[in-house]
Nanobody
Framework: QVHLVESGGGFVQAGGSLRLSCAASGRTFSTYGMGWFRQAPGKEREWVATMIWSDGTTYYTDSVKGRFTISSDNAQNVVYLQMNSLQPEDTAIYYC?????????????????WGQGTQVPVSS
């Protein structure tokens, strides 16, 4: 079992940056990787980014490519999401989750052990 805790959210103006953290404890070595999702008010939770442990490959949804970067500090068991050039449409609750199963990167059912989320409101 893996326990995840997100942090780093907060109010930011358009064009600003934030770095989210996802601290993991438990059996992280038995997973495929880690992903970030977000859920905007009134919308479905959507996939944002994933890092695969085996080779460090990272993947991003089109709307954040070039602005967001997922990275990890394996010694500390922390995964980060660096978010630059934030826009009001990035406003959401951001969640990290363990990639525990194969399947499409965007599929929520390929992930488990979701954190509680951290809010990122971006003002225009």
């Amino acid at each position: 079992q893996v326990h995840l805790v997100e942090s780093g959210g907060g109010f930011v103006q358009a064009g600003g940056s934030l770095r989210l953290s996802c601290a993991a404890s438990g059996r992280t070595f038995s997973t495929y990787g880690m992903g970030w999702f977000r859920q905007a008010p009134g919308k479905e939770r959507e996939w944002v980014a994933t890092m695969i442990w085996s080779d460090g490959t990272t993947y991003y949804t089109d709307s954040v490519k070039g602005r967001f970067t997922i990275s990890s500090d394996n010694a500390q068991n922390v995964v980060y999401l660096q978010m630059n050039s934030l826009q009001p449409e990035d406003t959401a609750i951001y969640y990290c989750a363990v990639r525990a199963y194969s399947g499409g990167l965007w599929r929520r059912d390929a992930y488990e052990s979701w954190g509680q989320g951290t809010q990122v409101p971006v003002s225009s």
